[in-house]
């Protein structure tokens, strides 16, 4: 069943991602093969846009996604064909499309693709992902501002450091290191204020894992619950 992309990443991205390690190291495995490989490239798929129905996700005209996603959630990285693709979202169960928009994958490339915004100005922000393993004992985690209408936010360690400073609408960082093993309450604060937008309570940040966070929802008054300002977390890569 598909879950809270947060919940997800912590139970199974990590082998999702050493799986597309191998997958993307493949081609260099069967080199004296006669069996030709198509070059891939890994993507994964996130919905960050409040107004959104429960989705679908197709590449072209092939469907990446077993189970539906809605607001929060999404895909971990899955092999795609390179070159230019034509990535839609469509309303859960139907062929009626919520957003396309072409995207140009490379081979041997990690993306992370985000539906993004509200009702009627939808679009896609693509991240082209550096997966470089951590320092021993470390992890890396980056952070995008995907709430159309909240301030500039910086993400902090409570009581502790800031990791990434001042990042607006569609503004995202690399990723960063931070010691591994230990259980951080995040804060994603308005960019140079000590006010909290959104927290994300005991997470384990574990050793050689990458992590992005993100701020999604509207900030505005009257919001209903569902699409208040949150923060999420998904595991990229886990390194074991």
């Known amino acids: 069943m598909m879950k809270n992309v947060q919940q997800n990443s912590r139970r199974w ?57 809605g607001f929060g959630n999404g895909l971990d990285y899955v092999s795609a064909y390179t070159g230019k693709r034509t990535a839609t979202f469509t309303t859960a169960g139907t062929k009626t499309v919520y957003k396309a928009d072409t995207i140009t994958l490379n081979e041997n490339r990690y993306y992370s693709l ?5 009702l009627g100005h939808e679009e896609f922000v693509v991240l082209n992902d550096t997966i470089t393993r951590p320092a021993e004992s470390k992890a890396s985690i980056r952070f995008i501002n995907l709430s159309p209408d909240a301030p500039a936010a910086d993400l902090v360690i409570k009581d502790g450091a800031t990791l990434v400073s001042n990042k607006s609408f569609k503004g995202f960082s690399g990723f960063v290191p931070i010691a591994a093993t230990a259980k951080y309450t995040l804060e994603i604060r308005q960019a140079g204020t000590a006010t909290v937008l959104a927290t994300l309570t005991n997470v384990t940040l574990n050793n050689g894992s990458l992590y992005t966070v993100w701020l999604q929802g509207i900030a505005a008054t009257g919001t209903p619950d569902a699409k208040k300002l949150a923060g999420k977390i998904q595991t990229n890569v886990y390194y074991y």
């Open 13 to 69: 991205a990590g082998m999702v991602g050493m799986m597309c390690l191998l997958a993307v190291s493949l081609s260099s495995c069967l080199k004296n093969s006669t069996t030709v490989q198509p070059p891939i490239a890994l993507l994964s798929v996130i919905n960050a846009s409040p107004d959104a129905p429960t989705l679908d996700f197709y590449l072209n005209d092939n469907k990446a996604n077993a189970y539906s996603f």
């Open 114 to 118: 985000f539906l993004a915004n509200t």
